[in-house]
């Protein structure tokens, strides 16, 4: 039996801040989706159960004295077709959620969920490090997978805001499609074998 797959000789394994800072910037450009009524929440649940792989990431209030921190405030989903952003603020995003954390059947793909949501997920930093790449966030990854640059702008921003900024909403989109967009790049560069198990299943004690 061969080895688990390594990367490419013509991919890199990491990228520069100078290459990087020479990539055109990208914001996701499809449909987006703010889930703030029951026809919001019909169409994504909808969407989400036809759905085989989604992006899934997560924003949360920003702490800045020694010892703060604080749950997500935001989830975003990316399908084929739309990205759907749920204010956790809004209970009745909850069986949603739910609904989509523990369907097996579907595919969530991100970076560092373990840090967000700790359920049956895929991190893309477990595909990439046994694959020889040095760096695994999801701006790094996108930069050298996708050859593009994904703008920090708005991280730091209050995402437990009750009305998130049009610069909010597409940052948050655009992370979620990036997670997906890079799923299916490693998918296609056969690189998927080295998958780690979910995290709830590495969480110590799981």
């Known amino acids: 039996m061969d080895p688990a797959p390594t990367v490419e000789p013509q991919i890199p394994r990491s990228i520069s801040r100078e290459d990087?800072?020479?990539?055109?910037?990208?914001?996701?450009?499809?449909?987006?989706?703010?889930?703030?009524?029951?026809?919001?929440?019909?169409?994504?649940?909808?969407?989400?159960?036809?759905?085989?792989?989604?992006?899934?990431?997560?924003?949360?209030?920003?702490?800045?004295?020694?010892?703060?921190?604080?749950?997500?405030?935001?989830?975003?989903?990316?399908?084929?077709?739309?990205?759907?952003?749920?204010?956790?603020?809004?209970?009745e995003v909850f069986p949603v959620l739910a609904g989509l954390l523990s369907e097996p059947r579907t595919i969530k793909a991100g970076v560092s969920l373990k840090d967000d949501l700790e359920k049956n997920m895929l991190d893309l930093g477990w595909v990439a490090r046994p694959n020889g790449f040095g760096q695994t966030g999801v701006r790094n990854l996108a930069g050298i997978l996708l050859g593009l640059r994904i703008p920090k702008g708005t991280k730091t921003s209050n995402w437990a805001a009750p009305q998130l900024s049009a610069a909010q909403i597409a940052y948050a989109a655009t992370d979620a499609?990036?997670?997906?967009?890079?799923?299916?790049?490693?998918?296609?560069?056969?690189l998927l074998q080295a998958k780690a198990p979910a995290a709830s299943d590495a969480a110590p004690g799981g």
């Open 20 to 91: 990087m800072a020479k990539l055109a910037i990208r914001r996701y450009e499809g449909r987006v989706r703010l889930v703030a009524s029951p026809e919001d929440l019909e169409e994504a649940l909808a969407d989400l159960r036809q759905e085989a792989i989604v992006g899934l990431d997560t924003e949360t209030r920003p702490a800045f004295k020694k010892g703060e921190s604080h749950l997500p405030a935001l989830v975003q989903v990316a399908t084929a077709r739309a990205v759907y952003l749920f204010q956790l603020r809004r209970t």
């Open 177 to 190: 499609w990036a997670c997906r967009e890079l799923y299916l790049r490693f998918q296609g560069l056969g």
